[in-house]
């Protein structure tokens, strides 16, 4: 199942370069030093299954991608326009950081950064978790999208 975000509404408070609601935890774009660093963190602590997209997103111009980080960790990124444009995602979270708003200001940053850019809609592709997508940005799910952009994808 995919869904949409309409990016025209009210998407959130600003975070990017903010510091979240939990002490010392920054959203932020990497710079080109720390993209393998990005990569490698994407293998280890998500999946594997997303270092393409990462990759994609990170050689964008401009970058695409967004890191949560505390000091020199990093808890969390989340990327759009890397499997297609408009798309937003993949987004993941540290196992250790999840359920401290980490994912949610992921997402915010990624459809504050489409909108700026002229997007007026956002599709999220496979969806995992609709229920954050829904409660997050008010997504709604798109009528025969099973199984969607990725059905013929190799792997």
Known sequence: MDMLIRLYASIGKPTVGNVLPHPGVVIRKPIGPEYSTIELWVEQQITPLWISETRAALTNRPVTLFIAQRDTDILGFACYDASARSFVGPIGVAESARNQGIGTALLIACLQDMRSAGYGY???????????????????????STPGFYADMLR
């Open 122 to 144: 956002a599709i999220v592709g496979h969806v995992g978790a609709p229920e954050f997508f829904r409660r997050v940005a008010g997504a709604i799910e798109i009528p025969d």
